[in-house]
């Protein structure tokens, strides 16, 4: 930019000087400067007041660029050729000469070869990632980096706007405390409603095995409060995958397998019921991987068929799909089953709702959560008596 700039002033300087010598050889030697020599002048004359302005409009550019509320930085083969006034102090760097032709990784931990944020289509960045500063006087500041290639004085740069995120971060942090003791308090609540349940017939039947006439019926009793200690147990157990969970180790894995293995595991006992899977998948995503732990997406896939075979019952279609969208590819089971009321169907998924008689209501839950966990989206559209369509979105490599 400064070069630039510094070129324009030497050719308005050059043209000035050319202007100058004609003036000045008029005046020595009369007679000598004719019409084309008057042209010479007025274009000289011309072409001076442009270079003048150019230089104008370089030196408010970079006014601009030197003033901008982001750090703006270019690498040329990994290094720093220019940072501007923000950028400096975001960085916690003295003065520009401590800065030029050193890597930005000493700056900013990040992984230029990771994406935390997909751009958009027609985007002039390439790439949307997010690091740490540890700034000398500041602390930890959280930025986001937005990379695009240029070209720049006839070489290929990189071109980086750095924006501070540390407030947007903290209020991230905040809301998601929030919910998180919003679902504490809502989890909390039904786990003292269902476990009061099963304690209650334990504590009716104990009643009952401490009469008289006990001994006759204590077989009976005995298997009673067992299924009610199990039910307990599975409750805590569901509980204790949604309190505890684990980092999730992704590899990269063919959607299609992953399906097709769930599909082979579940198809005996559909057909025990009479129930046909039947699978569509797209040309195009039979070769797509994603990025996923392929244990956890199994244990999704298994939850939401035998759902759709417990809502069929006898007789029955379950229908899965998969189609690209985007940079995601969509998963879409459908299932002709028995379907949820309008009025149910927006709690399906929450902590302890569910349409199942011996139901717990987190199954679902954790699929969601662990859908979400995998950068993905799962919806749910249902119909009473025709049916429940589910689909999963998930981001593809």
Not at 377 to 396: A, K, R, V
């Amino acid at each position: 930019m400064g070069r630039n700039r510094w070129k324009s002033l030497n050719f308005a300087v050059f043209l000035c000087a050319i202007i100058l010598i004609l003036i000045v050889g008029q005046f020595l030697y009369v007679g000598v400067m004719n019409h084309w020599e008057i042209y010479l002048l007025l274009f000289a004359l011309v072409a001076s007041l442009l270079a003048i302005r150019e230089s104008q409009k370089n030196q408010e550019f970079r006014f601009l660029v030197e003033n901008a509320p982001h750090a703006i930085l270019l690498l040329k083969d990994g290094e720093i050729i220019y940072c501007n006034d923000t950028g400096k102090f975001l960085i916690g760097a003295s003065d520009e000469k401590s800065i030029i032709g050193h890597s930005l990784h000493e700056y900013i931990t990040y992984d230029s070869g990771k994406t935390t944020r997909q751009t958009e289509k027609g985007h002039k960045f390439k790439k949307i990632t997010e690091g740490k500063i540890a700034h000398p006087t500041l602390g930890d500041i959280f930025v986001e980096l937005k990379l695009m290639p240029i070209m720049y004085q006839g070489e290929s740069c990189q071109y980086i706007v750095v924006r501070d995120i540390t407030e947007v971060k903290k209020s991230q942090e905040l809301i998601q405390q929030t919910d998180k003791l919003s679902m504490i308090g809502e989890m909390a609540a039904g786990i003292a409603h269902e476990i009061r349940n099963p304690l209650t017939s334990l504590k009716g039947f104990a009643q009952l095995m401490q009469d008289e006439k006990a001994p006759k019926m204590v077989s009976g009793y005995s298997g009673i409060m067992v299924s009610e200690i199990d039910r307990i147990n599975t409750i805590v157990d569901e509980m204790l995958l949604l309190a505890k969970p684990k980092k999730l180790e992704l590899t990269k894995q063919n959607i299609t397998a992953i399906l097709n293995e769930v599909v082979f595991l579940l198809d005996t006992q559909a057909i025990l019921h009479n129930i046909r899977i039947k699978t569509a998948y797209d040309d195009d995503v039979k070769e797509v991987f994603i990025n996923c732990e392929e244990n956890k997406l199994k244990q999704v896939f298994i939850n939401i068929l035998k759902n759709s075979i417990e809502a069929i019952g006898d007789g029955g279609i379950i229908d899965i799909s998969l189609y690209p969208k985007g940079r995601n590819v969509i998963i879409r089971i459908a299932d002709n089953g028995c379907g949820i009321p309008k009025d149910k169907l927006e709690k399906i998924g929450k902590a302890f709702f569910t349409t199942k008689e011996k139901g717990t209501g987190l199954g679902l839950m954790i699929c969601q959560t662990i859908i979400q966990d995998h950068g993905g989206q799962m919806t749910i559209d249902s119909e009473e008596n025709i049916g429940t369509t589910l689909e999963i979105s998930l981001p593809t490599i």
